[in-house]
């Protein structure tokens, strides 16, 4: 048995220690972070107050000056010319988000039914119990329904974050129109059932709408 150098440290059986020392701040050394942030939800509308960008009911139109460095290189004269460059871009966003479907190859599959049933139990807002309680439907892990995008600060310096699916018009989940074929002669529910993914009480809720798919 040997030490480590520290008082009440001990290495054993040849296995190292790693030590960590926290500086605990006193309640007086504490301050407000000016950088905070705080979010705002889905209800707000988002406008850009710029020359760049142009509002119509029917489009969100903008202007984007893309900058960069294009170098020229002379190996003779070892010598690198570096060339500023600028390209403007300009985009065009129709604001009425169009209806779109989905076709899925393969729909009576694990992927295909499990994505069926999830979207329907979105749509519908449909709950089920577990050991753990009332279980509510969720786009949790969706990139666009449950994450947020810094957008800038505000006067008192705090970041701004917004919904993702509020930059700009965006299809919502739930407005999918779902289609599909598959080699196998089953039903949706069947296929659910097969899946073993969902909760039993979550399959026998989904079967009215499953089942005629």
Known sequence: ?????HNGLVKQNSKSTAIVEVNSLREDNQHVNPADHYGVTSDYSIHVDSNNTIYSNEYIESKYMYEMNHCEVDHRAQRVEIVPRKYQYNFRTQRQVQRTGVMLVGWAGNNGSTFTGATIANREKITWMRKEGEQFPNYYGSLTQSTTI???SDNEGKEVHIPFNTILPMLHPNDIVI???DINSAN???????????DYELQEKLKPKMAEL
């Open 1 to 5: 048995m040997a030490t480590n150098g």
């Open 188 to 198: 949706l529910y069947e296929a659910m059932k097969r899946a073993y993914v969902f």
């Open 179 to 181: 289609g599909g074929w």
């Open 150 to 152: 810094r957008i800038g």
